[in-house]
Structure formats: C-alpha cells, structure tokens
C-alpha cells in the first residue's frame, strides 16, 4: 500500500464519520422538539412541547371546550363538549404530521417536528 492509498482512506473514514455525526446530530434535534400546535378556527391558539406533561382546556369559539391532555411524549383529547367525541376516541398522536381534529369546536391539534409516521393513518 503506497502512502498516497493511506491517505485517501483517511480522507474517506473522516468524510464518512462526519456525515454519520451530523446526521444523528440533525435527527437528535428534530425529535426532541416535537410541538403540539393548537389552532382554534384557523387561529394559532398555542404550542405545547411533547416532551412536557401537562393539561390544556382549549376554549373554542362557540363556547365549546375540550381537554388536550400531553403525557409520555403524545397528544390525546380527553375531554370536549362536542356531541360526537370524536377527537376523544382517536388515539394518541406523537408522530409529525398526526392530527386530532374536533370539527365541531373548529379545533386542530397537529405534530410538528417529531418523529415521521410510519403509515398515513390509521383508526381505532
């Protein structure tokens, strides 16, 4: 092996292992901010990361509500005044681009920046 081989595998073991870094680097930060972002008629109603538990009463326009619950990175709705309970049955969403939708109360809740789906859709 001449001197001039020994260097070409150099160079190609560190291009190789700095695209290997950056990629899993790159796909660390898009799953770790993984947003539940609410909107209410249209209207950006907020962002709520899945990496925090919590409980969120959404108010809906028409006087309607319902309960977006965040627990173990997924978004469910729990609680709504809506008369079909839809959005209550479906089940929890984590992957980007999942959404839970309340027709009635014109309520949205979509993933962004998480992990990709698997599949389109799926139902209960």
């Known amino acids: 092996m001449k001197k001039n081989d020994v260097i070409m595998i150099g160079i190609i073991v560190v291009i190789a292992l700095t695209t290997w870094v950056g990629v899993n680097l790159y796909g660390e930060q898009n799953t770790k901010d993984a947003l539940a972002v609410v909107t209410v008629n249209g209207e950006v109603y907020g962002s709520y990361p899945l990496s925090e538990d919590r409980e969120v009463k959404i108010e ?3 006087g309607g509500y319902n ?3 965040i627990e173990d990175g997924a978004a469910s ?3 709504a005044s809506c008369p079909d309970k839809i959005c209550v049955n479906h089940k929890p969403v984590d992957k980007t ?9 014109k309520v949205v809740v979509e993933i962004q920046n998480g992990e990709e789906a698997d599949v389109d859709a799926s139902t209960n």
Request: hydrophobic residues 45%; negative net charge.
């Open 60 to 62: 809906a326009e028409s």
């Open 97 to 105: 681009g999942e959404t839970l939708v309340c027709l009635p109360n």
């Open 67 to 69: 309960l977006l619950i």
């Open 77 to 79: 709705i729990e609680e």
